[in-house]
C-alpha cells in the first residue's frame, strides 16, 4: 500500500474494512522513512520496534470490533514533545542524551486512541526559529525542493507529513510554528486556541502563547486530531475546561453568509507579487461560495512581531533557566564551580539563536528595562487582542496569507535574525492572542523550474475552532492543491 | 538601545551564558539592530489593562500523590547521584 496518497480518513476506511491492518500501515511507513529520510532529515528518532508493537495493539483492538478515528493510525511528534523511555532532544544539544519519564498529554491521548508514534521529528533548537536551520542536528529540507528549508519550527513534521513518511504528525506552534511550514509544504497545519490542547509535557518555550497541534494532508484530518488531543486536562492549569466538540460534524456546511474579513494593508509591500494576485483571485472564489468579504483594520497588527520578540524572548530567558547541566541533559566535568559549571554547559549546549533569545529576553526583563520593554509589550499585545476582539464583531472569521513568500533558501537568512522574525508577520497576531488559526494549502508559484506552495490563514475567534475547520474545509474543496504531492 | 561589550558581557552573566568574544561581539550587533525595531513600539499609547479573557487562573487543591516509582527512577537515572541524592558541584 502506497502511504503517500491516503489520508487519515482514507486510511480509516481501509483498517476498519480490513484491507488493511495496522501493522502493514506501520510498515510502509517505517519503509518511507528508510527510503526517503536520508534525502529530507525530518526525523531525528525513529522507533521501529514500539512502533510495531503498537500497531500490533491496535490490530487486536480492531480485530475485537473496537473502532475510533486514530486506530491504527502512523504518526510523527515533534521532538520537543515528551516521550516516555524515548529521547526528546528539542534539538538541541543540551538534551542530546535525555530520556523523557513521562509522556506529553498529547502523545498519552494519541495512544490511548490507539495512534502509533513512529518517532520524533526535526525542528528549531527548542522550536526558536522558523527554518529548522537552527537544529543542532542539522537541517530538514523541503521535499518541493531540496535546496529549500521546510519552513519552522516544526519544520521536521511538515516534511515528513508531505513526503508520506506518516500520516499526521504532531508540531508546537507558539508565533507560527505550525502554520508557517504547513504554508511552505503545501500542508494543512492547526494552530488550536491557547488552553483547547493541554501543554503539559511540551517542553517550555513561551509558556503563555505555546500550543500543540497537527500537521495533516487534508482539512478532515485535523478535525480529526484535535477531536483526540483537545480537552481539559489536570497537569495543565491553563488547560481549558470546556466541551470537546466533534470538529468534524460541519465540515460539508459550506460558508454561505460567512463574512470573512480582510485586512488591505496585509497585501501591500512584502508580498510575493504572485501570491498577492492569487489571493485577490481566492476571495472572488469564496464570494462564489456565499462568503461575504469584509475589508477590516487591525491597527495594532503592525506592532505584532515586536511585541512577540520582546514577550517571547522573555519567557524563553525564564523557562530555559532550568538547563543547567544537573540531574539532566550535557554536562561540562572540568569546571571548578558551580557558577562557571551553569556558565559553561549553557554556553557550550545551547546554540546561537537560543542563546541570542535567552540574551534579548534577560535584557528585556532586566533592572532598567523591564518597564521599557517587557511591561510595554503586554500592554501593546492588551491592544492587539482588542484589535481582534473589535474585528470578530464585523465578522466571522479573518483572512491572511500564511506566509509573504513560498520557502526560502537553505543559508540565505540564518545571518539574519530580524529577516527571519520577520517571518511571523501574519502569524504572531494570533498567537499573542490566544485565537485558533490554520493554514490550508493557497496554491503554487514557480521559481527556478519547481513548483512552490504557499499557504492562506484563517483565523477565528477563542475557541471557535469548528467554524475555523468548516471554513478551511470549504476552501480545500474548490481546488486540488492539497492532493498535490512532491516528487523528490 | 546601542549595545557595548560591557552591556552585553553583563547579560551574559545575568544569564549564566559563558560566550567567546566572538559572539560577545555578534550579540552586541544583533541585538542592537534588533532592539531598535523593537523601539518602534515607544510611539504606541497603552496602558497595562488586562482585558476580559477566555483563560484565567484555575486553581486546585494542593495535594500530595504518589508518583509512579518507574518514572521516578528514570527521572533520577540521568543525572550524577550520590546516595539517593542528586550530586551538584560545590556551591561555596
Not at chain 1, 476498519?16 to 511507513?29: F, H, M, P, W, Y
Not at chain 1, 496585509?266 to 464570494?287: C, H, K, P, V, Y
Not at chain 1, 475567534?461 to 480545500?476: F, G, H, R, V
Amino acid at each position: 500500500m502506497d502511504a503517500h496518497v491516503l489520508t487519515i480518513a482514507q486510511a480509516r476506511q481501509e483498517l476498519d474494512s480490513g484491507n488493511v491492518s495496522a501493522v502493514e500501515l506501520t510498515r510502509a511507513c517505517l519503509r518511507s522513512i528508510e527510503a526517503l529520510d536520508d534525502k529530507l532529515n525530518s526525523c531525528l528518532l525513529v522507533d521501529a520496534e514500539g512502533a510495531l508493537a503498537a500497531a500490533e495493539r491496535a490490530d487486536e483492538r480492531l480485530g475485537k470490533g473496537e473502532r475510533g478515528s486514530l486506530l491504527g493510525i502512523p504518526y510523527l511528534a515533534k521532538d520537543i514533545l515528551m516521550t516516555k523511555g524515548l529521547r526528546t532532544t528539542a534539538a538541541s544539544k543540551i538534551l542530546e542524551n535525555y530520556i523523557a519519564p513521562f509522556n506529553a498529554t498529547v502523545i498519552e491521548r494519541l495512544e490511548k486512541a490507539g495512534a502509533i508514534l513512529l518517532g520524533k521529528t526535526n525542528l528549531d533548537e527548542f522550536a526558536h526559529g522558523a527554518s529548522t536551520e537552527n537544529s543542532a542536528y542539522g537541517v530538514t529540507k523541503n521535499p518541493w525542493d531540496l535546496s529549500r528549508v521546510p519552513g519552522g519550527s516544526s519544520g521536521g513534521s511538515a516534511a515528513a507529513v508531505v513526503a508520506g513518511l506518516c500520516f499526521f504528525a504532531l508540531g508546537t506552534d507558539t508565533g507560527g510554528s505550525i502554520r508557517q511550514p504547513a504554508s511552505f509544504c503545501n500542508l494543512v497545519g492547526l494552530k488550536p486556541s491557547y488552553g483547547r490542547v493541554s501543554r503539559f509535557g511540551l517542553l517550555s518555550m513561551a509558556s503563555s502563547t505555546d500550543t500543540a497541534g497537527p500537521l495533516t494532508r487534508s482539512v478532515e484530518d485535523a478535525a480529526l486530531v484535535l477531536s483526540v488531543i483537545a480537552g481539559k486536562d489536570k497537569y495543565d492549569a491553563t488547560s481549558l475546561d470546556l466541551p470537546v466538540d466533534d470538529y468534524t460534524e460541519d465540515l460539508q456546511q459550506g460558508i454561505k453568509g460567512l463574512r470573512i474579513g480582510v485586512v488591505r494593508t496585509d497585501l501591500n509591500e512584502g508580498l510575493d507579487e504572485n501570491i498577492r494576485e492569487s489571493f485577490e483571485q481566492s476571495l472572488l472564489a469564496l464570494q462564489k461560495e456565499g462568503a461575504e468579504i469584509v475589508d477590516i483594520e487591525l491597527p495594532y497588527s503592525k506592532y505584532s512581531v515586536p511585541v512577540y520578540y520582546v514577550i517571547t524572548p522573555s519567557e524563553i530567558s525564564s523557562n530555559l533557566a532550568r538547563f543547567d547541566g544537573i540531574g539532566w541533559g550535557m554536562s561540562v566535568e572540568e569546571s571548578q564551580n558551580l557558577l562557571s559549571f551553569y556558565k559553561e554547559n549553557r554556553g557550550r549546549g545551547f546554540g546561537p539563536e537560543v542563546k541570542r533569545r535567552i540574551m534579548l529576553g534577560t535584557f528585556a526583563l532586566s533592572a532598567g528595562y523591564a518597564d521599557a520593554y517587557y511591561k510595554k509589550a503586554q500592554a501593546v499585545r492588551e491592544l492587539i487582542k482588542l484589535d481582534f476582539e473589535n474585528a470578530f464583531q464585523q465578522v466571522d472569521v479573518i483572512l491572511t496569507p500564511t506566509a509573504p513568500h513560498p520557502a526560502f533558501k537553505i543559508g540565505v537568512q540564518v545571518n539574519d535574525p530580524l529577516a527571519m522574525y520577520l517571518e511571523d508577520v501574519y502569524l504572531s497576531g494570533a498567537s499573542l492572542a490566544g485565537l485558533p488559526a490554520v493554514s490550508v494549502p493557497g496554491g503554487f508559484v514557480s521559481e527556478e523550474g519547481k513548483d512552490l506552495p504557499y499557504g492562506w490563514q484563517f483565523i477565528a475567534p477563542m475557541m471557535q475552532e469548528k467554524l475555523l475547520l468548516k471554513t478551511a474545509a470549504t476552501w480545500e474543496k474548490i481546488n486540488n492543491y492539497s492532493k498535490r504531492r512532491p516528487n523528490f | 538601545m546601542k549595545f557595548k561589550t560591557t552591556d552585553i558581557q553583563h547579560i551574559a552573566d545575568l544569564a549564566r551564558l559563558d560566550l567567546t568574544p566572538a559572539e560577545l561581539s555578534m550579540y552586541g550587533k544583533q541585538l542592537s539592530a534588533i532592539t531598535a525595531y523593537i523601539d518602534q513600539l515607544r510611539e504606541v499609547k497603552a496602558d497595562i489593562t488586562i482585558h476580559n479573557s477566555e483563560p484565567h487562573n484555575i486553581w486546585r487543591k494542593d495535594e500530595v500523590l504518589d508518583w509512579e516509582d518507574a518514572e521516578k527512577q528514570m527521572a533520577l537515572a540521568q543525572g550524577k547521584r550520590e546516595g539517593g541524592l542528586l550530586k551538584v558541584k560545590r556551591v561555596l
